[in-house]
């Protein structure tokens, strides 16, 4: 009999769910009977989304956890992060139902209201920190996806009950060969507009670029609260800034094959997916050495790493990478070698849970 699981998520989804994530969501589904509860719009036998995603939403999730506990009674709880895991502990609670918790860590909790999000997400953030803390130390067993989020848990004095990634799906990245590097270089950035990214360094830096590499191009995909540092980069820079603030997989993939190298300078990453993307089309990354970047990017293999805060040596790296056509064609080749270390199919990424809630339930 398959373990009945809830999944509690603060991911934003929209039913039907687009064909990538749904493959996921299949495959966990094969060895697992599951609900889950999270946001967005849209409900169906698997999935309940609540609409707000804010701060004060997260006083209301115990309640909805615990409405989900009565009705479905699931053996296990999987929530996404410790603030999920926070709220599912108090559902328990509340609810009386013996449901094990797995807390998922994915990266840093705390530039969830340092480094992201709304002001209000700062004032609150000596309780969160704190509940937080309290969900690493609480949850029946935590699970993590690199060796960075491994030392944050056992900063807490907690032992991981398992390290894997989370299933990746690449084949929007994986299917054909790696393109050759374009003729004219350019760097590509994708991820979220907010200041755990470093938005402002990346725009600073590029400055520095454009002035010493005039022919190369800076391609930003993404979009959040920090949108005015690029629209003011592009403003001043229309010739060597390109901005989109969303594509779809497939054009992420093409947005790869027209760089000559992705650029990461984030303060904080768990497992960059968007570094995996990369080296699956054979993409070397100048990445800041912070959070799990330097666990997936070999300096001077795959990539360049600097100081998070350092623009000056992030403009260097910058413009070493994309001047030097050599150095460019031996990260890419040393990211697409490193590639399949970080490829896994859903059914695999599906096992592993189901071996992680047998592990509970014995």
Same mark, same amino acid.
């Given at each position: 009999m398959r373990p009945r699981v809830l999944f509690v998520s603060r991911t934003r989804y929209r039913l039907p769910l687009d064909p990538q994530v749904a493959r996921k969501w299949d495959a966990l589904a094969v060895e697992l009977d599951l609900r889950v509860l999270a946001t967005g719009q849209g409900a169906d036998g698997r999935?309940?989304?609540? +609409?707000?995603?804010? &701060? %004060?939403?997260?006083?209301?999730?115990?309640?909805?956890?615990?409405? #989900?506990?009565?009705?479905?009674?699931?053996?296990?709880?999987?929530?996404?992060? &410790?603030?999920? %895991?926070? @709220?599912?502990?108090?559902?328990?609670?509340?609810?009386?139902?013996?449901?094990?918790?797995?807390? #998922?860590? !994915?990266?840093?909790? #705390? /530039?969830? /209201?340092?480094?992201y999000g709304s002001p209000l997400r700062r004032l609150l953030e000596p309780i969160s920190r704190a509940a937080a803390r309290a969900a690493v130390r609480h949850a029946d067993a935590v699970r993590t996806v690199s060796p960075f989020t491994s030392e944050l848990v056992r900063g807490l004095g907690v032992e991981p009950a398992a390290t894997f990634i989370t299933y990746l799906d690449a084949d929007a990245f994986a299917a054909t060969p790696p393109a050759p590097l374009p003729a004219r270089p350019r760097a590509l950035f994708v991820g979220v507009l907010e200041r755990y990214k470093n938005v402002h360094g990346?725009?600073?830096?590029?400055? /520095?670029?454009?002035?010493?590499?005039?022919? %190369? /191009?800076? !391609?930003?995909?993404? +979009?959040?609260?920090?949108?005015?540092?690029? #629209?003011?980069?592009?403003?001043?820079l229309p010739e060597g800034v390109v901005w989109d603030e969303w594509l779809p997989s497939e @054009?992420? %993939?093409?947005?790869?094959?027209?760089?000559?190298?992705?650029?990461?300078?984030? *303060?904080?990453?768990?497992? &960059?997916?968007?570094?995996?993307? @990369? *080296?699956?089309?054979?993409?070397?990354v100048v990445g800041a050495r912070a959070g799990g970047i330097p666990d997936i990017v070999e300096d001077g293999v795959s990539g360049i790493l600097v100081p998070p805060d350092d623009v000056d040596a992030l403009a260097e790296a910058l413009v070493r990478v994309l001047t030097d056509r050599t150095l460019a064609s031996s990260l890419a080749d040393g990211a697409h070698a490193a590639a399949g270390n970080w490829l896994r199919s859903p059914a695999e990424f599906s096992l592993r849970m189901r071996e992680l809630v047998d592990g509970l339930r014995a």
């Open positions: 999935f309940r989304l609540l +609409r707000s995603r804010s &701060p %004060a939403s997260y006083l209301k999730l115990p309640l909805e956890v615990a409405r #989900e506990l009565r009705a479905f009674r699931p053996d296990v709880v999987v929530a996404q992060s &410790p603030y999920e %895991a926070a @709220a599912a502990l108090a559902g328990r609670s509340l609810a009386g139902i013996p449901a094990k918790v797995v807390l #998922e860590v !994915h990266g840093d909790w #705390e /530039t969830a /209201t340092r480094l990346l725009a600073l830096a590029w400055r /520095t670029v454009a002035a010493r590499a005039p022919q %190369a /191009t800076l !391609h930003v995909v993404g +979009r959040g609260r920090e949108r005015k540092v690029i #629209e003011g980069l592009a403003r001043d @054009a992420v %993939a093409g947005a790869l094959d027209e760089a000559t190298v992705l650029v990461l300078p984030s *303060f904080s990453e768990g497992l &960059p997916r968007v570094v995996v993307e @990369a *080296f699956a089309r054979g993409r070397g």
